[in-house]
C-alpha cells in the first residue's frame, strides 16, 4: 500500500502531461486563436503554464496519502475527498480567475486529462483495497 500511492501521483503527473501536451498541441492547430497564438513565441508559455498547473494540481493531491489511515481508507467518502478535495478547490478557483479569459478553453483542457487519470487510480485503489481484505478474510 505504501508503494503503491507515490506511483498514483508520479504516473497521474505523467500520463495527464502526456495527454494535455497532446491536446493543447491540438486546440492550438485547430482554433483561429490558436493559430494567431503559435505564429509567436507565446504558444510555449501556454504549455508551460498548463504543465506548471499539472504539478501545482499533483502537489495538491498529496492528501492521498492520509489512505495509510484505517479509518480513512475504509470509508469510500473519505477515501474518494482524501483524493479528489485539494486538486477539485484548485481547479474550481482556476476556473473562477480565468472565466472571462479568451484562452480559458485551451487552458481548461488540463483538468480533464488529470482529473480522468485521477479518477482511474482511485478506482483503481479501491479495488486493490476490496481484493485485499478478500485475501485476508
Known sequence: MKRYLPGILILTFFISSAITTALTFISLSMSQIGQDFCRCDMSIMLYTFNIFQIIILTIGSIIVFLNLNKKIRGNFFYSLVSFLLVPLTIALLEILYFKNSVVMGMY???????????IIFFLRFRKLKCQSIKITI
Open 108 to 118: 481548461s483542457i488540463m483538468f480533464i486529462p488529470f482529473f480522468s487519470v485521477l
